[in-house]
């Protein structure tokens, strides 16, 4: 069933192409069902007027989102409060057994939630490629310990899609 009537904007915020990665693929769960979408960086979005549904996704770092993916939502606040927003999530919080570290995750929003809450979120494990990171990057990963390596659930993020394509679906 064709969807052209709903427009979806799928933005994001990356630093080393893993949570792009993960924004690709969600445009690409979003388009098998027929709607019309568009992928970004967040830094190349001139307007979100002509977008229904807005999915925004950033990697965290030190627990926040990266700047221009909260500038994003700073920037767009009033008109996002009158569209339905989904915000995902990379961190490598995700890829631990650690309960302290997982239960960090919940309050890496907040901020952003406290300026347009979203219909879901999507948190996902991501990827630390030493190779890809700038010496400081890689010395602050050493010493907060996070494992190398590509932590992300294909499968995980599908299935939050499709939920939350339901979530539009029903409205």
């Known amino acids: 069933m064709n969807q052209p009537q709903v427009k979806i904007l799928v933005v994001y915020a990356s630093e080393a192409g893993s949570t792009a990665e993960v924004a690709t693929y969600i445009k690409k769960q979003i388009e098998e069902e027929k709607y019309e979408v568009v992928l970004s960086n967040v830094k190349e979005v001139d307007s979100v007027n002509d977008y229904d549904i807005i999915f925004v996704g950033s990697p965290i770092y030190v627990g926040k989102w990266k700047k221009e993916a909260t500038k994003f939502i700073e920037t767009n606040q009033e008109i996002l409060k009158s569209k339905q927003v989904f915000y995902f999530l990379t961190c490598m919080n995700l890829a631990t057994d650690d309960h302290e570290k997982l239960a960090q995750v919940p309050k890496f929003l907040e901020y ?28 602050m990963i ?30």
């Open 112 to 139: 952003e939630r406290s300026l347009v809450e979203s219909v879901s979120e999507g948190r996902f494990a991501g990827v630390i490629n030493m190779k890809k990171l700038s010496f400081f990057k890689r010395l």
């Open 142 to 171: 050493k010493m907060v310990k996070a494992p190398e390596g590509d932590f992300r659930n294909w499968e995980e993020i599908a299935n939050w899609t499709n939920q939350s394509l339901k979530l539009i679906k029903d409205k």
